[in-house]
């Protein structure tokens, strides 16, 4: 199959659909290719207690409110998968699932986007395949015998039940799964760091103000407020208050090594562990983009805003603050993506 777009979005998750929004209200031609089979994005894949940061009217995409949340506290990953599979529909947004993009490459004065099962032409690119798909894995010497999993493989506490479980991460993700194991598995939280609550108040809503205020100063030559970054790094949601609060969250300093048995650290001291748990964070998906060559050494691209410098016609979206303040949520996608689509309609229109 062969077909052709003004504009091609990779990714049909929260930011694809972000851009889809303001593409439709643009007039343009577009379609928006997606490796899953159904909506949802990396929402469909998170593990079962996970939550937003922040109440449901806090956590829109733009033009339509995400639904109140029916049941007690911030609304759970199904919620999600619900509104953004009703969003879509909504807006009528041209999504082609069960497509991958294996690459992006130039043909001539247009994009050539191949996938496994044909090619398409487009004048310009969104690229809004996230991190989820890349979890990132430390190096660590020894010779563990036991299990290891990433975020992106943990569902729940009752396989664990009883289990000496070492949870690694000091951000978000390690603190709601230590959360989530404290009370049926015998845990250990190793953290570089001792964790950084941020104030029990804060939430979603508030962190993307944070983060768009540093833009803001760092934009017109004012000092580096630090952002989401000078507060803490863990949000207390409710489940992890709770488990803090009541003693089940005793972190301790990251081991040196993971013998056979389990980890070791510098002072010699040994712990069995059945399975090991890296929440350590993800790198941005952008292996489509490599026969453009454009990353850098650290795995981004150069952007003014969203645009690729040496690629005018390519924008990366929601892969995080380098893409702009915080892309990669739900409620700081819609800022991005407006501005990435105004960008790609005066380019069009220039072209």
């Given at each position: 199959m062969t077909g052709?777009?003004?504009?091609?979005v990779v990714g049909g998750g929260q930011a694809g659909l972000a851009a889809g929004y303001y593409l439709r209200r643009a007039g343009l031609d577009f379609v928006v290719l997606?490796?899953?089979?159904?909506?949802?994005?990396?929402?469909?894949?998170?593990?079962?207690?996970?939550?937003?940061?922040?109440?449901?009217?806090?956590?829109?995409?733009?033009?339509?409110?995400?639904?109140?949340?029916?049941?007690p506290g911030y609304p759970t990953a199904e919620h999600v998968v619900e509104y953004l599979t009703a969003y879509e529909k909504r807006y009528?947004?041209?999504?082609?699932?069960?497509?991958?993009?294996?690459?992006?490459?130039?043909?001539?004065?247009?994009?050539?986007?191949?996938?496994?099962?044909?090619?398409?032409?487009?004048?310009?690119?969104?690229?809004a395949t996230g991190t989820w798909w890349r979890p990132f894995l430390p190096f660590m010497p020894g010779g563990f015998t036991g299990r290891q999993l990433h975020t992106v493989d943990y569902r729940g506490p009752e396989e664990f039940a009883g289990q000496d479980v070492v949870v690694v991460g000091g951000g978000n993700s390690g603190a709601q799964i230590a959360a989530d194991l404290a009370g049926s598995a015998n845990l250990t939280w190793a953290t570089r760091r001792p964790p950084r609550y941020l104030p029990d108040h804060i939430d979603g809503k508030a962190l993307f103000d944070v983060a768009t205020h540093r833009r803001q100063a760092l934009q017109t030559g004012q000092p580096d407020t630090a952002g989401?970054?000078?507060l803490g790094d863990i949000v207390a949601v409710p489940p992890v208050r709770e488990a803090r609060d009541a003693g089940l969250l005793r972190p301790r300093e990251m081991f040196a090594r993971l013998d056979?048995?389990?980890?070791?650290?510098?002072?010699?001291?040994?712990?069995?562990?059945d399975a090991v748990i890296w929440c350590t964070?993800?790198?941005?998906?952008?292996?489509?983009?490599?026969?453009?060559?454009?990353?850098?050494?650290?795995?981004?691209i150069f952007?003014?805003?969203?645009?690729?410098?040496?690629?005018?016609?390519?924008?990366?979206?929601?892969?995080?603050d380098w893409t702009g303040p915080a892309s990669a949520t739900l409620i700081g996608v819609g800022m991005t993506s407006r501005a990435a689509v105004a960008d790609i309609t005066a380019y069009l229109d220039a072209g």
């Open positions: 052709a777009a003004r504009v091609v997606d490796a899953q089979t159904e909506p949802g994005g990396a929402w469909l894949h998170g593990w079962d207690s996970l939550r937003l940061f922040s109440p449901a009217r806090h956590s829109s995409l733009p033009g339509w409110p995400m639904p109140p949340f029916p049941g009528e947004l041209p999504i082609r699932r069960s497509e991958t993009v294996t690459a992006v490459s130039r043909d001539g004065d247009r994009f050539q986007v191949s996938t496994d099962t044909g090619n398409w032409f487009a004048e310009a690119v969104i690229s989401v970054a000078g056979g048995d389990g980890p070791v650290w510098t002072d010699g001291t040994r712990r069995h562990a964070g993800f790198r941005p998906a952008l292996g489509h983009l490599a026969p453009l060559r454009l990353r850098t050494t650290r795995g981004r952007t003014e805003g969203t645009r690729a410098v040496a690629e005018p016609g390519l924008h990366v979206l929601g892969y995080g």
